[in-house]
């Protein structure tokens, strides 16, 4: 395989996927950061009884996908262990 044969698509892939995850780490906490100033302005407000469990809703939800997102940083770096892995293995094979 080209790639594994000038080495330099595996430089590349590795610097792709450092700048995801520094890009994860700073889009998450600005993400939650920008929701919990909207949430605070949309609390002072009264959207009446069906406005306001329809707005509690929607914050629970959004609020555990935040806790879902902390998870996107371990599997992409299961993701890289085992691209690492299986690119090893295809070099030693010398296809």
Known sequence: ????????????????????????????????????????VIDALNLGTAGNSTRTTLETNIWNAYNLSTILPIIA??????AAITGFVVWKRGD
Not at 16 to 25: C, T
């Open 1 to 40: 395989m080209k790639m594994f044969k000038d080495r330099k698509g595996n430089i590349g892939l590795a610097i792709a996927l450092i700048v995801s995850l520094v890009a994860l780490g700073i889009v998450i906490p600005i993400g939650m950061w920008t929701s919990s100033l909207i949430f605070s």
């Open 77 to 82: 770096v299961a993701g890289v262990i085992i």
